[in-house]
């Protein structure tokens, strides 16, 4: 009594693209969470308490929308190593996970690699698929939103 059980969900999702923008300027835009409602369906809002690109060891909050529900959750900044890689850890009532952002220069652009590792307690019904899709929508509208302030 008392233990946590065992998490009954545990996923990893990765996407890979190509952004035709600097990596300077996708690793900024990446690290800076206060930025993420802009591009990121599923977050609402996000207190940094800085300005600009976080460092590692950083602890900020964020309020995403999940399956309808507002959960607030809590962020650690891992690894922030300017440009090629910024890693968050997270915890709030319903997911436990981390996010990792690895990026190199590709050409004129970069290549975003993005792993989004998360696990439950909850019976919630079809999550997996819909952090997939909203994964992928997610990055959709950050490659848009970059390759346009990109020229």
């Known amino acids: 009594m008392g233990q946590r059980q065992s998490h009954l ?8 693209l190509y952004i ?7 690793y900024y ?12 369906p599923c977050s609402l809002r996000a207190d940094t308490g800085l ?15 999940l399956l ?21 850890l997270f915890s709030s009532a319903a997911l436990d996970g981390s996010l990792r952002y690895q990026l190199s220069k ?11 590792a998360f696990s439950t307690d909850l019976h919630l019904s079809g999550l997996g698929p819909r952090m997939e899709q909203l994964s ?13 302030t990109a020229g």
């Open 106 to 116: 590709q050409g004129d652009g970069t290549l975003l690699q993005r792993t989004l």
């Open 29 to 40: 835009y990446l690290s800076q969470p206060d930025r993420w409602p802009e591009w990121h």
């Open 136 to 148: 992928a929508q997610a990055l959709g509208n950050l490659k848009q939103r970059l390759e346009a």
């Open 9 to 16: 969900l545990q996923e990893q999702i990765r996407h890979e």
């Open 68 to 88: 309808g529900v507002q959960i607030p959750t809590s962020y650690r900044v891992l690894v922030a190593l300017f440009p090629k890689e910024f890693k968050v």
């Open 51 to 65: 300005g600009g690109s976080l460092p590692a060891g950083h602890r900020f909050s964020e309020t995403m929308n």
């Open 20 to 26: 035709r923008a600097g990596i300077d300027t996708v």
